[in-house]
């Protein structure tokens, strides 16, 4: 095949929703083009998802969205379980100062959301976006390039790309293409939802209602100042808008409300069974569907987002080892799954299911949460660690492999910033002791970057936490999550032999940034005898 370099791009994107977008982000962040294909020609204006969690937040911020996201997002209290009367059943707080440096559960409109992203992506001359355009063809030809065609008015377009990122969602044509198929995880149901503007005293605890009534489950959330939205499963006869949000309503209101949207949707709990083809993949929803019972669809995709990017762009501009591609769906699969069935076992919780034993299940429920300390326990995993695998050496017990470490506020360079706009895009070794050779060594290895957590400035939030998993130094990957650790009173990190090899790279990494400085002419010389990455943020070598 017969490639026309002038239509060959580093990586297509299908899809321009929140997480197509971010993921172009997140790769422009590591000098990678990006062309995103995409077939609407704007931001689908009526709001979808509404709820984000501070792990995302962080992702976010990584992506350069951070304080405007801020602006426009609303923190909530957490999450309760109301029974039919609406009486409490059991309440999961969130805090405003959560693991990852933002609050656990926020509130916004999706609409605000991607036109933000969009405003970022046409500041990177790394990204272009093509709407109102239909992709008609992905075909893969052996170990060559991926031959992407989209239509357009004027007919026709192929292009070539290094890696495709399918962002088109549950009814795209990624995931057909790579020859996946949905494996059902047992929950489908079809819902309402009701967006409403209102300036009526609408009563809400600052969190998200779950109504566990079978004969009429809801979930309740306020949205912004003037912003709610409700959700009810469609029953035999299906009552006005006004009867059904009544119990949130003063019984004296009278005043007029504007239904922003009311549209009917099924609820289902789905994951392809493979994420990946070769070079292509599979991210959001077309990979995964989950029930909104607790606010993590779209945080799952851009988890996606974020997991993979840091590896492609290791492989595309580093010659990483294709191997470390493998461990995108081994790590985001379970973690997926884990959430889609933490949905729907909360969505069987608000209904107690339809059959003979619903009454029971429900006893059994209220029961459970007044067991002390039960959901406060429950309201903290939401995101479990990654599953052990190349790149996450878990071993006996939780530990700290496979978790994300903190991001509290720091000082370096005089300035008071969060930790990982100094952490920069790289590995990192973070130390509670002083590094041995070994360890300073290995991070010139992996171009990463040792730093030592004290005179950091943050009231030892960082010391707290590897003394509290038994850790004299940790590695942590781009995305923040702990690939190995130094054991307290160990010298060395136990599980090199492992993923040394797939984070081995054939040309050197560009040196991480210094805090609060411009990547510059640092970055232009490589190590001798070895070929050079380009410049942070100049076309890789393929574009």
Same mark, same amino acid.
């Given at each position: ?28 962040? =590591? ?6 294909? $995409? ?29 405007? !996201? ?18 409490? %059943? ?17 509130? !916004? ?5 991607? =036109?933000?992203? /969009? ?14 355009v239909e992709v008609v063809g992905i075909e893969q030809d052996g170990d060559g390039p991926v ?8 007919g026709d377009h192929p292009l070539w790309a290094d890696a495709v990122l399918g962002c088109d969602?549950?009814? &795209? ?9 949905w494996e059902d995880l047992r929950f489908e149901e079809r819902w309402t939802v009701i967006d ?6 609408? /009563?809400? @605890? ?14 309740? %959330?306020?949205? &912004? ?22 119990? @949130? ?25 493979? @994420? ?33 990017? @840091? ?10 080892? $294709? ?22 076992? %909360?969505?069987?919780? %608000? ?10 299940? /429900? ?20 995101? #479990? ?8 050496? /878990? ?97 060395? !990190?136990? &599980? ?32 001798? &005898?070895?070929?050079?990455?380009? #410049? ?8």
């Amino acid at each position: 095949m017969t490639v026309d370099e002038a239509a060959r791009v580093p990586v297509v994107i299908i899809g321009a929703g929140p997480v197509g977008v971010t993921a172009a982000l997140l790769l422009a962040r =590591r000098g990678v083009r990006t062309l995103i294909l $995409e077939r609407h020609r704007d931001v689908y204006p009526l709001p979808r998802a509404v709820a984000t969690d501070d792990e995302v937040r962080r992702i976010l911020q990584v992506a350069g969205v951070g304080e405007e !996201f801020a602006a426009i997002a609303r923190p909530a209290n957490g999450l309760r379980l109301l029974d039919a009367r609406h009486r409490v %059943m059991a309440e999961f707080r969130r805090t405003e100062h959560g693991h990852h440096g933002y609050p656990q559960t926020s509130m !916004f409109d999706q609409p605000e959301l991607e =036109r933000l992203l /969009r405003d970022a992506l046409a500041r990177h001359q790394e990204c272009e976006l093509r709407a109102d355009v239909e992709v008609v063809g992905i075909e893969q030809d052996g170990d060559g390039p991926v031959r992407v065609t989209y239509r357009d008015d004027d007919g026709d377009h192929p292009l070539w790309a290094d890696a495709v990122l399918g962002c088109d969602g549950a009814n &795209g044509l990624t995931r057909d293409a790579i020859g996946a198929v949905w494996e059902d995880l047992r929950f489908e149901e079809r819902w309402t939802v009701i967006d409403v503007r209102t300036r009526a005293g609408v /009563r809400s @605890w600052e969190g998200v209602d779950q109504v566990c009534d079978p004969h009429r489950p809801a979930t309740f %959330m306020r949205i &912004g100042e003037d912003r709610y939205r409700w959700e009810f499963r469609l029953g035999d006869a299906q009552r006005p808008v006004r009867e059904l949000i009544a119990p @949130w309503l003063s019984p004296s209101y009278d005043g007029d409300f504007e239904i922003v949207r009311e549209a009917q949707y099924t609820f289902r709990a789905r994951v392809a069974d493979r @994420w990946r083809s070769g070079r292509v993949f599979l991210l959001g929803d077309a990979a995964h569907l989950t029930p909104p019972f607790v606010g993590q669809g779209l945080c799952a995709g851009l988890r996606d987002a974020y997991n993979l990017t @840091w590896k492609l762009a290791r492989v595309l501009r580093q010659g990483g080892d $294709e191997r470390l591609l493998d461990t995108y769906e081994s790590e985001r699969k379970p973690h997926a799954r884990y959430v889609i069935r933490l949905a729907v076992a %909360m969505g069987w919780a %608000m209904t107690g299911g339809q059959d003979d034993a619903a009454a029971l299940r /429900r006893g059994l429920l209220a029961a459970a949460c007044r067991i002390p300390g039960l959901t406060a326990a429950a309201g903290r995993d939401l995101s #479990p660690p990654l599953t052990a695998g190349p790149l996450v050496r /878990r071993r006996l017990g939780r530990g700290l492999v496979g978790t994300h470490c903190p991001q509290p506020w720091i000082t370096a360079g005089g300035r008071r910033t969060r930790l990982d706009e100094l952490l920069g895009d790289s590995f990192t070794i973070l130390t509670g002791t002083e590094p041995p050779p070994s360890l300073s060594a290995l991070a010139q290895g992996l171009g990463a970057r040792a730093l030592s957590v004290h005179g950091l400035g943050d009231d030892g939030t960082l010391a707290a936490w590897l003394r509290a998993g038994h850790a004299d130094a940790v590695l942590l990957r781009p995305d923040r999550v702990v690939t190995d650790i130094v054991p307290a009173g160990g010298h060395e !990190f136990t &599980g090199t032999a492992a993923w040394a090899p797939l984070l081995h790279t054939t040309r050197a990494p560009c040196p991480t940034r210094r805090p609060f400085a411009r990547l510059g002419a640092e970055c232009r010389g490589g190590r001798p &005898g070895r070929a050079t990455a380009p #410049p942070h943020g100049s076309p890789s070598p393929s574009a």
